[in-house]
Every structure is written in structure tokens, then in C-alpha cells.
């Protein structure tokens, strides 16, 4: 997976200021991280399945999870940022 360009969802803006700012600051980290080398073994990648197959997810934290969407012109759309529950709000 080669990282284009990273959009944000408004969710995903509106769920990012809501979370400490420690959470930010790490989001931000893995964020770099992720455009480095997306496939870096502490951002746990992988398909969704189910109901949200089509989407992907990395962790922030062992807790917080960023769940994107990745288009056909190779641009990713980070849809969604919170604790592990944010999956069912998908």
C-alpha cells in the first residue's frame, strides 16, 4: 500500500478535537508514521471485515483505532478516529 494524499472525513475532524490531547499528539505520530511505511508493525493495519469490509484500520493507541477508506486513484480518506467502539457507530 503506498500512501497518495490523506483526506479527512469531517467526522473524523470533529472526533479528533474531542480527544485529549495526548491522543492528538500521538494521532499525529502515527499519522507520520503511517506515510513513511504504512505497513510498520505498530500501526497493526488490516482489513475490516463484515459489515465494514472495503475499510481499513491502525492503531493510535491499544485502545484508539483510525478507520479509512482507501479510493481508487490511491488517496486515503480517514473516515473515523476513537476508542475501539467506534466500529459500531460506522
Known sequence: M???TVLY???????FKKLNQ????RA?????????????SSLRLHPLRGRLSGL???SVTMNVRIIFER???????????GQHDIY???
Not at 28 to 40: A, D, G
Open 2 to 4: 503506498i500512501v497518495q
Open 9 to 15: 472525513h469531517p467526522k473524523f475532524v470533529k472526533e
Open 71 to 81: 479510493m481508487e486513484n490511491g488517496d486515503l480518506v480517514f473516515l473515523s478516529i
Open 56 to 58: 481499513w484500520s491502525i
Open 88 to 90: 459500531r457507530s460506522m
Open 28 to 40: 499525529i505520530e502515527v499519522e507520520k508514521r503511517f506515510r513513511i511505511n504504512p505497513l510498520h
Open 22 to 25: 495526548s491522543i492528538q499528539k
